[in-house]
């Protein structure tokens, strides 16, 4: 059975970081794709960051681009986001994905498996 648990949200003021964790279970993990989505009350999700299984290449929608970043460490099956800057606008349930495919990830808004989540919340 394929695990995500994500971990490390919480609340923070405007111009904070915050590093986000996925632990991976149940699937190998070096050759999934990874991605972080977000999705806020009343909003749809909304794609983040992807990263392919190499870590060779990076995607991140416009919104956080400069503010966040995407890493992988393939030894302990963990794919991290790191949010800098912070900004009411980001609070949302983050979710990691893992998929085979990476534009299923990035331009699809979809994946194979999905995390639970974790809460982020920005105070103005």
């Known amino acids: 059975q394929v695990n995500l648990v994500e971990s490390g949200g919480g609340l923070v003021q405007a111009g904070g970081s915050l590093r986000l964790s996925c632990a991976a279970s149940?699937?190998?993990?070096?050759?999934?794709?990874m991605g972080w989505f977000r999705q806020a009350p009343g909003k749809e999700r909304e794609f983040v960051a992807a990263?392919?299984?190499?870590?060779?290449?990076?995607y991140y929608a416009d919104s956080v681009k400069g503010r966040f970043t995407i890493s992988r460490d393939n030894a302990k099956n963990t794919v991290y986001l790191q949010m800098n800057s912070l900004k009411p606008e980001d609070t949302a349930v983050y979710y990691c994905?893992?998929?085979?495919?990476?534009?299923?990830?990035?331009?699809?808004?979809?994946?194979?498996?999905w995390g639970q989540g974790t809460q982020v919340t920005v105070s103005s």
């Open positions: 994905a893992a998929d085979r495919i990476l534009t299923r990830l990035w331009l699809g808004n979809t994946a194979d498996h």
């Open positions: 149940g699937l190998s993990f070096s050759i999934y794709d």
């Open positions: 990263i392919t299984w190499s870590g060779g290449n990076i």
